[in-house]
């Protein structure tokens, strides 16, 4: 078998492919697959995407009806089937992966492949030892979940916002809900969203957990962490943040969604 090291050019697909083998491989199963099961896998998930759904998602997709329309989306360029909480896709090997993803989203809202949560997982899981034994705790069992449960939870934590201190020149601070709607974040006072106090996630150039990208002091008596401290940088501002209620593992997680949804975006961009 050719070795997939060689490849020099690079699609989305063998990409998938790529992201799959990797999890085989650190689940310790790959060692376990004889050279046939290699090449049948490799024939599978070339052109097949798997979305876990949400509890929404689901609810939507267990319609007939509905249901019936998305098929009709998708005949002519592959098919789709479902269960309760995963949707997959089988395409042409010629049809570019955005094309029926943008199909299914207008009809379903976002739609994150398998391995694009598990690149999620992987970054919210770095330098465990930065968080403190509960907060590790809780990031275990939030890992432990799941591929529907973990999509359900992000989704969640994304709509309903957090609670972030955005701090700005001369020690002034401002206390604001932090939430991502569509391909936005926004950010609010109270439950109304406008588009004038948002930032598209594509726009975003630089994104980091601590204090090294602020442009603004924070207040001494505030005594925040730096691992409850967020930049968010764009080529026209900069969004010094930091948790309200000094959490650590909710500044990770909502970075990682952030950075999650941004990628996600990027790569469908040309086509939206």
């Known amino acids: 078998m050719a070795d997939l090291t060689e490849t020099k050019v690079v699609s ?14 650190q689940e310790h199963t790959l060692a376990l697959l004889v050279p046939s099961d290699v090449v049948h896998l490799i024939v599978m998930f070339l052109n097949t995407f798997i979305f876990p759904l949400t509890t929404q998602q689901s609810e939507q997709i267990s319609q007939k009806s509905f249901f019936d329309i998305i ?27 955005t094309a029926p993803l943008i199909l299914l989203e207008m009809r379903l809202g976002v739609l994150l492949t398998v391995y694009e949560l598990a690149a999620i997982r992987d970054h919210i899981a770095e330098d465990k030892k930065a968080l403190n034994a509960e907060d590790a705790q809780r990031l275990h069992k939030l890992i432990q ?29 401002v206390k604001r809900r932090y939430l991502i709607h569509g391909d936005r974040l926004f950010w609010t006072k109270t439950n109304k969203l406008d588009r004038a106090y948002s930032i598209q996630l594509n726009k975003i150039v630089n ?24 930049s968010i940088v764009s080529k026209n501002m900069g969004i010094d943040l930091s948790s309200a ?3 650590a593992l909710q500044t990770r997680l909502f970075a990682a969604y952030i950075r999650g949804l941004q990628e996600h975006f990027f790569a469908t961009s040309a086509v939206r």
């Open 12 to 25: 989305d697909s063998e990409l998938l492919v790529f992201g799959y083998f990797n999890r085989l491989q």
């Open 71 to 97: 098929v009709e989306d998708i005949t002519l360029i592959g098919n789709i089937s479902a269960d309760h909480e995963l949707l997959k896709l089988k395409i042409d090997l010629n049809v570019p992966p």
């Open 145 to 173: 979940l799941n591929d529907a449960q973990f999509w359900n939870h992000m989704v969640s934590a994304c709509h309903n916002g957090v609670w972030m201190n955005r701090h700005k020149r001369r020690g002034v601070c």
């Open 207 to 230: 994104l980091e957990i601590g204090t090294k990208l602020f442009r603004s002091s924070l207040p001494m008596e505030m005594k925040i962490p730096s691992n409850c401290c967020l």
């Open 245 to 247: 209620n000094k959490d």
